[in-house]
Nanobody
Framework: QVQLVESGGGEVQPGGSLRLSCAAS????????MSWYRQVSGMSRELVGSTFQGTITYSASAKGRFRITRDNTRQEVYLQMNSLKPDDTAVYYC?????????WGQGTQVTVSS
């Protein structure tokens, strides 16, 4: 069983930055594919990017502006978001997957507005 807790959301002006954190409980953290998703109200959840054993992938909308890192010792994964746009406004979710099981955090709201 894995529990995920996100933090770091908030409101920021266009062009600003935010850093989201996701703290994971449980064991075998380094063996999990850790991902960030986001969801706008009324729309389906969208993958932002993932990290697994040194490989990191990003969606087209995130590439070049967002950066995912993880600290396996602290069992945390981070999403650094730069050059934020109003279209980045969403609830951001942390996701963990391993051996056919997946887990979600509760989400953290990011609002980009002037």
């Amino acid at each position: 069983q894995v529990q995920l807790v996100e933090s770091g959301g908030g409101e920021v002006q266009p062009g600003g930055s935010l850093r989201l954190s996701c703290a994971a409980s449980g064991t075998f953290f380094s063996q999990y594919t850790m991902s960030w998703y986001r969801q706008v109200s009324g729309m389906s959840r969208e993958l932002v990017g993932s990290t697994f054993q040194g490989t990191i992938t990003y969606s087209a909308s995130a590439k070049g502006r967002f950066r995912i890192t993880r600290d396996n010792t602290r069992q945390e994964v981070y999403l650094q978001m730069n050059s934020l746009k109003p279209d980045d406004t969403a609830v951001y979710y942390c996701h963990a997957a391993r051996a056919g099981r997946e887990y979600w955090g509760q989400g953290t709201q990011v609002t980009v507005s002037s």
